[in-house]
């Protein structure tokens, strides 16, 4: 009984979200709310919450431990990172203190405490809606990861601090750590490609990373993400994400059911929530203005800011230990930026395209390294994207063509530079980009983007600009296919069919058909 009304509000309230053009978890966390309201009714068993808080944090720590595959630690002392949540956190606490206790509670602690608390943006959310969109290893992917991860550390400090508890004297052999990578990598290549792969992920996520750092007195979540970053740099990291991406999108079904079964809000909880959430546009304007300040582009802080621009579930860990009685209306909260947030980072881009104009104006004329070229040189073919696709088409072409390669992830340009490829750090769908480059002796483009978005805007950029040579996309499904081709492409082919076209061909030729 208990399954089946969780799988079915769950499945009924996320279908009919997704069907408007919403995030299923926005109807996940209705479908919490729901459980709450309906609970008597239904006769549901009381322990059910603590198996959903159980799920819900195996959810958290998968996904925390497939963001560190893609993370890089050196990130976390770049000025941007470093600077910009430290002032950020800083900003917050100084702005929310006195409107909480003005407004809703008069005594500075807990006024100071609640605005703590609001300070950090959701690590679920944000990374979730970065890696759904292909963005983490993107520069502001990075930029947005590393600012969560630096919230951690503060939120963790915080939280000692609030339960009086002290890490572990043993918390010092955490420093120790970072001597396992060869033997994490030397199990990753015994562990092959199916089972004992998924169960590796689990075992590091949960128990060695997990229960290990909880035993010494830190964060589970803190244990994920660094064992995830020990192995981010093993050629097969990518892999392992994959293959625990539908199990970690299992379990974080949980955690959004979660935030809605904490209790049904009264009229405070929503005047409370309500107010919070109309302040939330200050969290992107604040994270905005601080990331131009440390010289990134406009594009790159929009896109940034508005990825953290939504209240953190680590403001319900707070609550439960420190202020129980604000636990129902920091929930609310917390679910009502998950709504506003959601769409909003689903669309991003088409966003900035409309607000560029009177966003550019803010940058600071300083060069950053997410600066972007302006010319191509002597090249012929322009190949946008360089993951699996891109790669194998530049390898195809570098010997029969004068050739350039565009590429969003930093790391990635960084490795294909070493090779002595032509590559360079560009984002396809930055406005700034389009309008200072030139195309010189271009003929023909070829699209491997992840997303459809920034392969229907390049499209419609370079058909703007003039470009009236050949322009080839590759493509997953039909209809991305389709709105691809209406923005301007000759060609766009269907990777899956292609490939079967292929592997036809070669049986062909192999029997002389």
């Known amino acids: 009984m208990l399954e089946a009304v969780w799988i079915g509000f769950a499945f009924s309230l996320g279908l009919l979200v997704r069907l408007i053009g919403l995030p299923p978890l926005i109807g996940y966390l209705a479908a919490g709310f729901m459980i709450t309201a309906t609970a008597t009714d239904l006769d549901l068993p009381k322990e059910g919450n603590a198996i959903i808080a159980h799920v819900a944090h195996l959810g958290v720590l998968l996904l925390l431990f497939t963001v560190g595959l893609k993370l890089n630690i050196r990130s976390l002392g770049k000025p941007e990172v470093l600077g910009g949540s430290l002032a950020h956190f800083a900003s917050s606490v100084l702005l929310y203190t006195p409107i909480i206790y003005l407004t809703f509670e008069p005594d500075w602690y807990y006024a100071l405490m609640l605005a703590a608390a609001l300070a950090f943006s959701s690590t679920v959310l944000a990374a979730k809606v970065l890696e759904g969109k292909r963005e983490i290893r993107a520069f502001h992917g990075r930029v947005a990861i590393g600012i969560l991860v630096m919230q951690d550390l503060i939120a963790m400090g915080l939280l000692s601090f609030t339960q009086g508890i002290t890490p572990s004297p043993f918390a010092l052999l955490v420093l120790l750590v970072p001597l ?94 309500a107010l919070m959430t109309v302040l939330l546009p200050f969290k992107a304007v604040l994270f905005f203005a601080l990331l131009v300040l440390f010289r990134l582009r406009a594009r790159s802080a929009f896109l940034s800011g508005l990825a953290l621009s939504n209240y953190s579930e680590f403001a319900l860990i707070v609550a439960a230990s420190v202020m129980p009685q604000f636990l129902i209306p920091l929930a609310l909260t917390v679910a009502l930026s998950f709504v506003v947030s959601a769409p909003l980072n689903r669309f991003a881009h088409p966003l900035y395209e409309r607000l560029a104009h009177r966003l550019i104006p803010y940058e600071r004329d300083i060069h950053h390294p997410d600066e972007q070229p302006v010319s191509l040189g002597e090249a012929e073919v322009l190949i946008m994207g360089m993951g699996r696709t891109g790669s194998a088409a530049y390898e195809y072409l570098e010997h029969k063509c004068h050739l350039v390669a565009l590429d969003s992830d930093p790391s990635k340009v960084a490795e294909h530079q070493e090779k002595g490829n032509n590559v360079l750090f560009a984002d396809a769908e930055d406005q700034v980009f389009w309008q200072g480059l030139k195309l010189g002796g271009i003929k023909a483009v070829v699209l491997c983007l992840n997303d459809v978005e920034a392969k229907v805007i390049a499209t419609k950029k370079l058909r703007q600009a003039g470009f009236a040579g050949l322009i080839v996309s590759h493509s997953m499904h039909n209809d991305e296919a389709a709105a691809i081709m209406d923005a301007g492409a000759d060609h766009t082919y269907l990777t899956m069919s292609e490939a079967g076209v292929g592997l036809g061909e070669r049986v062909r030729q192999h029997i002389h058909l």
Do not use: C
């Open 180 to 273: 396992l990578r060869p033997m994490l990598y030397k199990l990753m290549d015994l562990t092959g490609h199916d089972d004992l792969q998924i169960l590796f992920g689990v075992l590091l996520a949960v128990v060695i990373g997990g229960s290990g750092f909880h035993a010494i007195g830190l964060s589970s979540e803190l244990g994920a993400l660094v064992f995830g970053a020990l192995l981010a740099g093993h050629n097969r990291a990518g892999e392992l994400s994959k293959t625990l991406w539908g199990l970690k999108e299992f379990f974080l079904v949980g955690f959004f059911l979660k935030i809605g079964l904490g209790g049904l809000p009264d009229q405070q909880a929503w005047l409370f929530a």
